[in-house]
């Protein structure tokens, strides 16, 4: 069996485990989810969330888009986060990036690509911003290694600058921010100990006054 058809077949195998080891498995899923955390990453089929930091269905609520950009002007991030914050409640939020991007990369030249060309400009403007660092890195992997750790870290910083989590913060909810990459040569994760859980730890410019 190939193309479609196989994977049906593929779902009937993971029923049939998943219903031996936990006969209720699926009734019980069905109830509700109450994960404990949010998970912001690339579309990259190489960077499967649940599998890399090893949880099950139910234990990690997910959004993917190309290259892991979290701008305030798109609002399907931006629900998905409220939804998250405000809702499922989830303590923890992480932003994953991961080395060997495409959309990083592709961010980094100067070819015509489509419609993407737009949403990878939120990426030049770390480049621009950086530009005398990442120009001193000659080794063109490296550059843009560094500049997925950037675009992970202004990531973090525009979750924080929204409305929505400095209301949760204001609300007296706990709730943390993290910033991650994904080396995809060694299978592991790099903390760039970036994380933020409190409004004081953002720029005052960027800080609302949230009323109780």
């Known amino acids: 069996m190939t193309g479609i058809g196989k994977l049906f077949q593929n779902n009937l195998d993971w029923v049939a485990k998943r219903t031996a080891e ?38 990690v609520f997910v959004h993917r888009n190309v290259a892991n950009i979290c701008p305030h002007t798109d609002f399907n991030c931006l629900s998905a ?14 932003v994953c990036g991961h080395y060997g991007c495409g959309g990083v990369s592709a961010a980094m030249e100067d070819h ?20 005398e660092e990442l120009d001193r890195i000659h080794n063109p992997k490296q550059r843009s290694n560094r500049l997925v750790e950037l675009n992970v ?29 994904y080396d995809m040569e060694s299978g592991k994760l790099k903390d760039l100990h970036v994380g933020i859980s409190a409004i004081e730890q953002i720029e005052p410019i960027f800080r609302v006054q949230i009323r109780p």
């Open 153 to 181: 870290i202004q990531q973090v910083l525009n979750i924080c600058h929204t409305t929505i989590i400095q209301e949760a913060w204001g609300h007296h909810q706990k709730l943390s921010v993290h910033g991650w990459v």
């Open 112 to 131: 015509h690509l489509g419609l993407v060309d737009n949403w990878l400009r939120n990426i030049r403007d770390i480049y621009a911003h950086h530009k």
């Open 22 to 59: 936990k006969p209720n498995y699926f009734k019980e899923l069905a109830k509700d989810q109450k994960p404990n955390y949010l998970w912001i990453g690339c579309s990259d089929s190489r960077v499967p969330a649940n599998e890399i930091i090893g949880l099950e269905p139910g234990e």
């Open 81 to 94: 986060l409220e939804f998250a914050v405000n809702i499922l409640k989830v303590p923890d939020i992480i």
